[in-house]
């Protein structure tokens, strides 16, 4: 079965670094490249940035850029978002998903979701 | 900054057909993709490249394009249909957006 898993809920201090992991299995993880998408609390969603992890190549979203890092370790099969210092405002569900194919960026399989809340 | 709009909220009721719009100004030049997020659990793609379904997607969904619109189509709505619709595509620096979501309330 294909499938992401993340890693568990998260709660952090404001200035606090984190890192939040997404593992595939079931398929060729070199060869789908991964997204991060955010979603607010009680909001829609928005695309952060996304990696290919046979090359670790990253692009990311002109609004996310400089605020997070996105980073695979291919030998095991994940993918990270990671922050150096989180904000009260970084509070949110984080996905990632996998596209679908190289020629479009529609993406068909998705982990479960990270929340990950900052609060003094 | 490009923007994709949806209306905010679409009601029917069971065993009618839904329509849920997206407009945008890149949408002529750009696919439009589908994704469907009941509460609580991830978004699932119910249509990629403007009108094709994945598989294990529902006969009753389809998608459409026309100029700078594209519509999710549910005909024949049930229950499990209740969710919130979210249209995705890309500007010309192939910077990714989503619509702002559309709730579906099955009456």
């Known amino acids: 079965e294909v499938q992401l898993v993340q890693s568990g809920a998260e709660v952090k201090k404001p200035g606090e670094s984190l890192k939040i992991s997404c593992q595939g299995s079931?398929?060729?993880?070199?060869?789908?490249?991964i997204a991060w998408v955010r979603q607010l609390p009680g909001k829609g969603l928005e695309w952060m940035g996304i990696?290919?992890?046979?090359?670790?190549?990253?692009r990311y979203n002109p609004s996310f850029q400089g605020q997070v890092i996105i980073s695979a370790d291919r030998p095991i099969t994940t993918a990270y978002l990671q922050w150096n210092s989180v904000k009260a405002s970084d509070s949110a569900i984080y996905y990632c998903?996998?596209?679908?194919?190289?020629?479009?960026?529609?993406?068909?399989?998705w982990g479960q979701g990270t929340t990950v809340t900052v609060s003094s | 900054s490009y923007e994709l709009t949806q209306p905010p909220s679409v009601s029917v009721s069971p065993g009618q057909t839904a329509r849920i719009t997206c407009s945008g100004d890149?949408?002529?030049?750009?696919?439009a993709y589908w994704y469907q997020q009941r509460p609580g659990q991830a978004p699932i793609m119910v249509i990629y490249?403007?009108?094709e379904r994945p598989s294990g997607i529902p006969e009753r969904f389809s998608g459409s394009s026309s100029g700078t619109t594209v519509t999710l189509t549910i005909s024949g709505v049930q229950a499990e249909d209740e969710a919130d619709y979210y249209c995705?595509?890309?500007?010309?620096?192939?910077?990714?957006?989503f619509g702002g979501g559309t709730k579906l309330t099955v009456l």
């Open positions: 998903a996998r596209l679908a194919s190289s020629t479009h960026i529609g993406m068909d399989v």
């Open positions: 079931g398929y060729n993880f070199a060869n789908y490249w």
């Open positions: 990696i290919n992890p046979g090359e670790s190549k990253a």
């Open positions: 890149a949408l002529p030049k750009e696919y």
């Open positions: 490249k403007d009108t």
């Open positions: 995705q595509s890309a500007d010309n620096s192939r910077t990714w957006v």
